[in-house]
Each structure stands twice: as structure tokens, then as C-alpha cells.
């Protein structure tokens, strides 16, 4: 039965120049952005965010930038980053983040396909901006954050620090309707796909987001995501912003755990492959302790009749030792970018984290679907939030269908690509590629991708996330990837390329005296595949497996790049 939700009474704001506005006037000397590395600018509180943008714009446009040129910004998490993006947005200005591990080549295909009159970047793309800059002939300017000895690059701390701060009435005025920032999910030469995102787009989704799951000013965000990510800059920046939060930037991904204890981080957004990583290290330190692996299980079974019986803090209290060890202090940790897997989410859980997922695109600025404190289910990738519609198009007898979705956090289109914009819409409806369902009480499930269907010889759909989350909960495997591969009689069967866990074969030669050689890793990823099988349907089992040395590539998110194994030499 769906049960009425209540909503959070959240402030509205109709641009990104209205929330940057409206939040410095209220939470004014409180902090608002730190960074845990040295930079040139390492904290601003509020009120210095909003001085440190009104002086950067004044800056940009004396440099002869009008309004609705195309800045470019590239470089690592920090608070300069934020200041850059943030002053496009309050300056009317369209900002183009590019993702900093792309190769040079799509770097500069990204800047030339995007049109930008003007680069923000950080001293590690000094040299490439330095060696290509006769060739992208539309750049203006170039603004280093840090101090460098290139020539010709302007510095972004002495641009602030001579300008002079306008006056609030002195800001262009926003269209919130209008293209404020373009996002190119492929840099590929020939291949550039720029999301066009309004302020719109951005600011519905974060009233939306906050009405569901409330964010205070005394929550402190610890960022390791990527930056110019829609999820990392709406939810891990923005939102902390409008909500009158701190940001704080993690030094790097080897330091999260530290820095989590430095700064008593109470929000983490993360990608999946991150929370398993922490979930099977915790898992790991039990079943290696004699007594932990004895007394735990029995502990999490106890403390969750006595939750459920309403003393919500017991698993805190009883698992404090493992809360201690990400700072104490972590309110909520939120997965997105991909689908976690639902045991990593019900395991964390048990130990008293709280533990929630949300769904959506860099097409919907990004969320569609978010899990709220007081309605979740692990398995689900949310509800809808409060202005999104969701539709399941075409569903089979399972109710299984492509997932449309409408409302006003929808793209406006893809830049200078009127064909693939008309392709991904219909009507108003936006195809999101994904396949899912709803459930009887409002949840949205995601099955797979679209793209990544295996269609088994008696035409049943397969969706190799379901089978990949299983096999990836074996400590012996690090990574796989599922597809469907013809067999000799030209059927489809399921096969799977995995890499293996290095670390857990050394573990088992080392406590049972056995030497690593391909038999021995054969036969225990056999073993593992064959534990897989049986959690499965038959048609969904897998026929073959291959053992690969190097890991996949990823994207930013850490996402498999599917499309190109089998391309690889």
C-alpha cells in the first residue's frame, strides 16, 4: 500500500543565482567550502563564497567576456572549482566541467566542440592548454587556479584579488529557461554527446531533492567524487549550498577514511563500487577476529528485533567501535551513479548506517528517483520525487518496460545534435534507456540498461547487473562483466570475463600451504560461478567464464566502459 509522504518545507529559488544569493544572506559567516588539500584559496564561509563570485565575474567581464559565452573548467575537487562554476552560473555565463581523466585528445575535442571562449583549469592542464592553445583558435582567455610560470595564462587568485566586488542589483539577470551549463558524456572525436542543463533544471532538482531528504546546516559533506559529475556538482555541491551545509574535499580516494574522521563528515555521496569496497573490508575484519566472527552475527540478528521494536540508535551503540572508524559522526551514506548492490545496502544497514540510493541521468540534471529516510527499500531505486512523472513504456507481462520520465529537471536537448535529442524524446517524455518497473507501493526498480539485454534462446530478457552483483559479492572476484556470447549451435548463452582478487588468493595459499597456479584459480573461480548458479533461474545461469589480466576500463563514475571489451587487443 503507498502511504502519504510528508514533504520538507524547503526554501524555493528559480535560478542558481537565486540560491547562491539567498543562502549567503542567511548563513553568512558560516562555512561553507574547505579544502583538505593546500590550495590557493583552502576555505571560504559563506559570505566570502558570494564575495569571492561577485569579484571573480566582474573580473571575467572585464576581460572582455559578455554574457552567455562558454567557459570550460577542468580540474581537481577543490573550492576553486566550486567559485568557478558557480560565478558562470551567477553571471549568466554557460559552464562546460570536463571530466579531468579524459585523454588530451578528447580534452581538446571537448573545448572545441563546446564552443568555449575561455578555460578555468588547474596547474596540471597547464602544459596541454600551453602546447594546443594556437589551435583552439576560440579561446580568449585562459585562467590558471594555481600560480604557474607558463606564459600567457592569467592567474584566478590575482584576478579576484585586484578586481572589484559588484553589487548584488549588478548581476546579470538570469533566464532560468536558458542553457546554463553543457555536459558532454563522450569526448570522442566525432562522438561528442554536450547535455544541455538550464538553471531550471538544477534548481527544481534540488528543491526536490531536500523536500525528500532534508539536509541542515550542520551537515558536513565530505566530496570525493568527480566534480564536473551532475551527480558530484548537483548533489555533493549544490545541494550542500542551498541547504546551508559545508563541503569538504577529500586530499584523494587512498584518504577518505581519514579525512571522513578529520572533518566528522555526516553526509557521504558515493558510487557503488566504493561502499562495496568499505562493506567487504568490514565483513573481512570480522570473519579474520575469532571472537568478532563469533559474536557479531548473533549481535545483528539481536539488535534487529530491538530496532524494530523502536530504539533506533541501538545498532550505534552497540557497533560503535566500527562507527568510530568513518568519524563518528556520519548521518547518511548516499549511492549513486549506479545501482548498488541490494546486500552491500541491507549489510551496512545492520551495522547502523544508514544507507540510501537514488536514480538518475546527467539528461535529468540528475535525479529522478530517491529513497527518503522514512519510506526505503533497498532493492529500489526510489521513488519519484515530488515534480518528476515516471512511466514504464511498453510493459511486458512482468510489467518490465523502458523507464520515461518527465518533469522539470529534463535536459534541454543535446548541443548541436537536434537528431540524437529527437531520438531520446517522445513528446515530452524523456527515454531514459533503463529498464524497470513499479512496484504496488510507488518504488521504481531498475532491471538493466536497454543496450545491455542478453535475449535468451526462449526469448526471455536477461540483465547481466543482476548476475554481475552476485558473482561480485565473492571475495575471489575483484570485478566481471556479464554478456551473451554464441555457442556452437549459434544460441545465446550467458558468459561472463572476470578479474580476479589477487589479495584473497594470497590469503588462501597462505592459510592452507598451497601454491597459485592457474589450477588452483580455475577451480575456485569455478566454484564461485557455480554458488552464483544456483542463486539463479536457469536461463540465467552462466556457461562460460574467462579470466582476464587487466582490469576494465571505467568511466568517472566507475562504470564499466562495456562497449569496449572485446574491442580490447
Not at 557521504?268 to 552475527?297: H, N
Not at 530491538?306 to 551514506?333: C, L, S
Request: contains cysteine; neutral net charge.
Amino acid at each position: 500500500m503507498k502511504k502519504d509522504l510528508q514533504l520538507y518545507d524547503v526554501p524555493k529559488i528559480v535560478s542558481i543565482q537565486d540560491m547562491v544569493i539567498q543562502s549567503a544572506q542567511k548563513y553568512g559567516s558560516k562555512l561553507a567550502l574547505e579544502d583538505l588539500n593546500i590550495t590557493p584559496l583552502q576555505t571560504v564561509d559563506y559570505n566570502g563564497l558570494l564575495d569571492n563570485i561577485l569579484k571573480f565575474g566582474t573580473a571575467l567581464q572585464s576581460l572582455g567576456l559578455n554574457e552567455r559565452a562558454h567557459i570550460a573548467i577542468i580540474g581537481e575537487n577543490r573550492v576553486q572549482w566550486a567559485i568557478s562554476f558557480l560565478t558562470c552560473m551567477c553571471f549568466n555565463y554557460v559552464a562546460v566541467p570536463i571530466d579531468k581523466m579524459l585523454t588530451e585528445n578528447e580534452i581538446l575535442n571537448i573545448i572545441h566542440e563546446s564552443d568555449s571562449e575561455a578555460i578555468i583549469f588547474s596547474e596540471n592542464y597547464a602544459d596541454l592548454i600551453a602546447e594546443h592553445k594556437t589551435s583552439l583558435k576560440k579561446l580568449k582567455q585562459m585562467i590558471c587556479m594555481d600560480k604557474t610560470s607558463a606564459n600567457g595564462f592569467l592567474i584566478m587568485m590575482d584576478l579576484i584579488n585586484k578586481s572589484k566586488r559588484c553589487s548584488i542589483n549588478d548581476l546579470p539577470k538570469i533566464n532560468p529557461e536558458e542553457m546554463a551549463e553543457i555536459i558532454f558524456t563522450s569526448g570522442s572525436l566525432g562522438r561528442a554527446k554536450g547535455v544541455m542543463l538550464s538553471q531550471k533544471n538544477l534548481a527544481a532538482n534540488l528543491v526536490d531533492m531536500v523536500s525528500m531528504l532534508m539536509m541542515y546546516p550542520e551537515d558536513k559533506f565530505l566530496s570525493v567524487l568527480p566534480m564536473h559529475h551532475t551527480y558530484e556538482c548537483t548533489c555533493g555541491m549544490m545541494c550542500p549550498i542551498y541547504s546551508g551545509s559545508s563541503v569538504h574535499y577529500a586530499r584523494s580516494l587512498k584518504t577518505i577514511v581519514d579525512d571522513i574522521q578529520k572533518v566528522k563528515a555526516t553526509m557521504l555521496l558515493g558510487v557503488p563500487l566504493l561502499f562495496d569496497k568499505m562493506f567487504k573490508r568490514i565483513t573481512k575484519a570480522i570473519s579474520d577476529d575469532k571472537v568478532k566472527s563469533k559474536i557479531v552475527p548473533p549481535l545483528v540478528k539481536l539488535t534487529n528485533i530491538i530496532a524494530k521494536a523502536g530504539a533506533k540508535d541501538i545498532k550505534k551503540k552497540i557497533f560503535k567501535e566500527m562507527h568510530e572508524k568513518f568519524g563518528g559522526h556520519v548521518r547518511i551514506f548516499i549511492a549513486g551513479g549506479a545501482a548498488p548492490d541490494p546486500m552491500v545496502a541491507k549489510g551496512l544497514r545492520e551495522f547502523g548506517f544508514t544507507f540510501l540510493q537514488g536514480y538518475g541521468l546527467t539528461e535529468t540534471a540528475p535525479i529522478l528517483a530517491l529513497n527518503r529516510l522514512d519510506a526505503y527499500k533497498d532493492d529500489a531505486a526510489g521513488l519519484p520525487l515530488p515534480s518528476v512523472e515516471l512511466k514504464i513504456h511498453n510493459p511486458s507481462e512482468e510489467g518490465n518496460g523502458e523507464i520515461f520520465a518527465k518533469g522539470p529537471n529534463v535536459m534541454l536537448g543535446y548541443y548541436k545534435n537536434q537528431k540524437l535529442t529527437d531520438d531520446v524524446f517522445e513528446g515530452e517524455w524523456f527515454k531514459t534507456g533503463d529498464i524497470g518497473y513499479m512496484d504496488q507501493d510507488g518504488f521504481l526498480h531498475i532491471n538493466g540498461r536497454k543496450k545491455n539485454v542478453i535475449i535468451s534462446k526462449s526469448g526471455k530478457n536477461i540483465f547481466p547487473e543482476e548476475i554481475e552483483d552476485i558473482l561480485n559479492r565473492s571475495p575471489y572476484i575483484m570485478e566481471c562483466l556479464v554478456y551473451g556470447e554464441k555457442d556452437l549451435k549459434q544460441d545465446e548463452i550467458i558468459a561472463v570475463q572476470l578479474v580476479v582478487n589477487a589479495e584473497s588468493f594470497i590469503e588462501l595459499s597462505e592459510s592452507k600451504g598451497i601454491e597459485i597456479n592457474d589450477d588452483l584459480i580455475n577451480k575456485v573461480i569455478a566454484e564461485e560461478v557455480e554458488r552464483a548458479n544456483k542463486q539463479l533461474a536457469p536461463y540465467k545461469q552462466i556457461r562460460q567464464f574467462n579470466l582476464r589480466e587487466k582490469e576494465f576500463e571505467k568511466t568517472t563514475t566507475q562504470k564499466i566502459k562495456r562497449y569496449l571489451v572485446g574491442k580490447e587487443e
